[in-house]
């Protein structure tokens, strides 16, 4: 059974920066896409970048282009997502999720394995 583990979140103010890691392990693990998604109290859980593991492709939300950045360790069969110039708004539970397809997606129900999440909050 695949597990994802993230690690990470804290409180941080506004302008800081933040490093997000999302652990991968289970028996024969392979997904093609690696993705990080992103839930604010109230609202839905929104796409926040997304990685194609075998290219190293990389797709974005607009709200965090210039200033998130994901990446992978193939090694380690592990996904960060570093976090720049963090803005209050960026405040949410983050979820790193796995999807078995060909191509990067940015919903949700694309992704069939999913971790706990870890909390980042951005004071202002």
């Known amino acids: 059974q695949v597990q994802l583990v993230e690690s990470g979140g804290g409180l941080v103010q506004a302008g800081d920066s933040l490093s997000l890691s999302c652990a991968a392990s289970?028996?024969?693990?392979?997904?093609?896409?690696m993705g990080w998604f992103r839930q604010a109290p109230g609202k839905e859980r929104d796409f926040v970048a997304a990685i194609k593991w075998s290219t190293g492709r990389t797709y974005y939300a607009d709200s965090v282009k210039g200033r998130f950045t994901i990446s992978r360790d193939n090694a380690n069969n592990t996904v960060y997502l570093q976090m720049n110039s963090l803005k209050p708004e960026d405040t949410a539970v983050y979820y790193c999720?796995?999807?078995?397809?060909?191509?990067?997606?940015?919903?949700?129900?694309?992704?069939?394995?999913w971790g706990q999440g870890t909390q980042v909050t951005v004071s202002s």
């Open positions: 289970g028996r024969s693990f392979s997904r093609n896409v």
């Open positions: 999720a796995a999807s078995p397809a060909s191509t990067i997606w940015t919903r949700a129900r694309f992704y069939d394995t």
